[in-house]
């Protein structure tokens, strides 16, 4: 097997942030395969708050990525939003383009059961209508995200705050809160929230906390990373030459 070489772009200027998703990444163990990790210059924002800090981010790292996009097989976009810079690459290259958003959504709707729903933790409120609008227009559609999407929960917290903004117990408390929220809104029964997924390219690797939430409150419950899912995604598109 050819060895498969992923260029992992993180759009804002935050090598923190970028540093945080090598030990997740690796830790899924495929053979044969180069991660590159990529992190956008000043004046990309250092954390993505909004739609304006994404087109910005998106402008500023577009060009950085064009040079690399020959000795990589795919990319991976770690913003958790519908960003710009995943359409934006793709105008240059027919290879896999995913953003880690569209990969989460993907990876849960696969994970659910009958009658069973998803739901997103994320950073800050503004969110909460971003992915929410994003799931009714563009990834799912109105009806089905109806039936399936549970909605968003956030920390109060940005991105940046995620890596060094604050003490990683007050990290872990609020997502253990929101956590709990997003499945108490769900019920048991028809409906349940069955998939948690966590909304941030910063929250890699902060599965562990959801779990000890939901088994607390006795749910049978599955953690998506959209980092993860991403990388798992463009592995078999790569590998199996599609």
């Not at 956008?40 to 690399?68: R, Y």
């Not at 770690?78 to 989460?104: D, M, N, R």
């Not at 109105?142 to 920390?155: D, R």
């Not at 562990?208 to 006795?218: F, L, M, T």
Request: proline share 5%; net charge negative.
């Amino acid at each position: 097997m050819s060895e498969s070489r992923i260029l992992i772009i993180n759009p804002n200027s935050n090598a923190s942030m970028t540093d945080g998703l090598h030990a997740p990444i690796e830790g899924l163990g495929y053979n044969n395969t180069t991660y590159t990790y990529h992190t956008a210059p000043a004046p990309s924002p250092p954390s993505i708050n909004n739609l304006a800090d994404a087109e910005k981010s998106s402008e500023v790292t577009l060009p950085t990525v064009l040079p690399l996009i020959s000795t990589h097989d795919a990319f991976l976009v770690a913003c958790y939003s519908p960003h710009p810079l995943v359409p934006a690459l793709k105008e240059h290259t027919s290879k896999p383009v995913l953003g880690i958003f569209e990969a989460s959504v993907a990876t849960a709707i696969a994970l659910l059961g009958n009658k069973e729903r998803f739901g997103i933790v994320s950073t800050g409120k503004v969110w909460r209508e971003i992915l929410g609008n994003a799931m009714r227009e563009e990834v799912l559609g109105a009806e089905k995200a109806e039936k399936v999407f549970a909605g968003v929960e956030t920390l109060g917290l940005n991105a940046g705050d995620l890596h060094g903004g604050e003490g990683e117990e007050d990290v872990k408390k609020k997502v253990q809160a929101a956590t709990g929220r997003l499945i108490e809104s769900g019920g048991d029964g028809e409906g349940k929230v069955s998939v948690v997924v966590l909304g941030c390219a910063g929250m890699a690797g902060m599965e562990e906390w959801v779990r000890e939430e939901v088994k607390e409150r006795g749910k049978d419950v599955k953690v998506v990373d959209g980092v993860k899912a991403g990388v798992g995604i463009l592995q078999g598109l790569v590998r199996g030459r599609f």
